[in-house]
């Protein structure tokens, strides 16, 4: 798993948006205890804007750029995030917002969005001093678009320069008894706290909750192998928890979300099941799948190019019908054991680029939304959790009793 969270923060391919990596910088010593960050802030205007934060000690930073959307990647080894409430939101010359966390184990990550395109014109790391703390200083320029794009192609590493189509992993060789393997997804993480409720309640940390109750009882059976893509507050990246499953060859892969939808936050109330569709089923999916597709821009991870889409296409085509029957099936399941917990539209699709497994049927489900009060307290709530999860192991009995009195599930 390490190994694998970790090739997330490498650039991939040339086809990727392009990873410039411009600095390292700081000392190279190695420390156990992890560095503190207490605070930042941000300071200049458009010609110039400055992003500081206040850290216990020195670090060795790696700063690059990233394009569509423009942002600064701030990369440390262990960095324990003690900053103030309510911090990063706020706009100042060209930088629009700021979000720090887990990127993977052992690495933090500040991604700074950045309004147009930029040069980093400075980026270092201040000793303390007398009273002051360390300081990770990055200074921001603007630039046009092409010189943009010229740095960031410039300063591009070598492995990027050969594109290597991903292979699809190969399926484990099963033995003929083998219990179904299901794969539960709880969303974001680390970095990418997912949507928030008015009182700072967060996706990432519900639906982590919700997994893994819902882990504990499938396992109680003694019927199902179950596997987390992510166990703890660390991010894994759409594609990575995509292969989490093919790789363990699993039967059901059920990605858990919580949504927000502040708009009606009376009305929007209760769960809402899925499934994978290139055309959504109405105007609000599409906007849930682009929110739940950012979540890989949002950390800072290159998004792979049109190109590779195209591939990823037709590779899905071929096998997804079957899939796709079998990701609805078990999308039917749910709604029909959910029954009163569900939203007015209970069952929806759209283009998750985490239901994309073509040979692993795949359901994303809301489990209620953060910003209904009622909601939200259900979230919260061990009782809650509890009875929906004992709902959501039935929806899971009831599809494999109907796949295994068929065929091999
Ligand atoms: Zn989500």
Redesign the pocket.
């Known amino acids: 798993m390490s190994s694998l969270r970790i090739r997330a923060a490498l650039p991939r391919t040339a086809a990727c948006v392009v990873l410039a990596i411009l600095m390292v910088i700081g000392s190279a010593h190695a420390e156990t205890k992890p560095t503190i960050a207490k605070d930042a802030r941000l300071a200049g205007d458009h010609e110039r804007t400055r992003f500081i934060a206040d850290l216990s000690r020195k670090v060795d930073v790696h700063v690059f750029a990233l394009a569509s959307p423009y942002r600064v990647i701030v990369d440390a080894p262990d960095v324990s995030f003690q900053m103030p409430d309510g911090i990063g939101k706020e706009k100042r010359g060209l930088i629009t917002a700021y979000r720090y966390g887990l990127f993977a184990p052992g690495k933090s990550r500040i991604v700074i969005d950045v309004a147009g395109p930029f040069l980093i014109d400075k980026a270092f790391v201040l000793e303390p001093r007398d009273d002051q703390p360390a300081r990770l200083v990055v200074d921001l320029v603007p630039t046009d678009e092409k010189t943009f794009q010229a740095k960031l192609k410039e300063t591009k590493p070598p492995e990027e320069a050969t594109p290597a189509a991903l292979p699809m992993p190969p399926a484990p060789v099963r033995a003929p008894n083998a219990k179904p393997v299901i794969v539960l997804d709880p969303?974001?993480g680390g970095i990418d706290p997912?949507?928030s409720s008015a009182d700072g309640v967060t996706?990432k940390t519900v639906v982590l909750a919700f997994a893994k109750t819902l882990k504990a009882k499938l396992e109680a059976t003694g019927r199902y192998d179950v596997y987390l893509t992510r166990e703890d507050d660390t991010f894994l990246p759409l594609r990575e928890r995509v292969e989490f499953a093919q790789k363990r060859g699993a039967n059901l892969f059920l990605s858990i979300?919580a949504d927000y939808f502040p708009q009606a936050p009376e009305k929007a109330t209760g769960a809402t099941v899925y499934t994978l569709s290139e055309e959504a089923s109405d105007n609000e999916a599409k906007e849930l799948a682009t929110k739940?597709n950012f979540s890989d821009a949002l950390a800072g991870v290159a998004l792979p190019s049109d190109s590779d889409e195209v591939v990823a296409n037709i590779l899905i085509d071929l096998a997804q019908r079957e899939t796709q029957n079998r990701s609805t099936v078990f999308a039917r399941s749910i709604v029909g054991e959910l029954a009163g917990n569900l939203h007015t539209k209970k069952m929806r699709s759209a283009g998750f680029r985490v239901l994309k497994a073509p040979d692993v049927p795949s359901v994303l489900l809301e489990l209620g939304f953060l910003s209904n009060p009622d909601d939200e307290k259900h979230l919260v709530s061990d009782d809650w959790r509890d009875r929906m999860s004992n709902s959501l192991a039935e929806a899971i009995d009831g599809y494999f009793a109907k796949r295994i009195a068929r065929a091999p599930f």
């Open positions: 969303g974001h997912g949507t996706e979300h739940e």
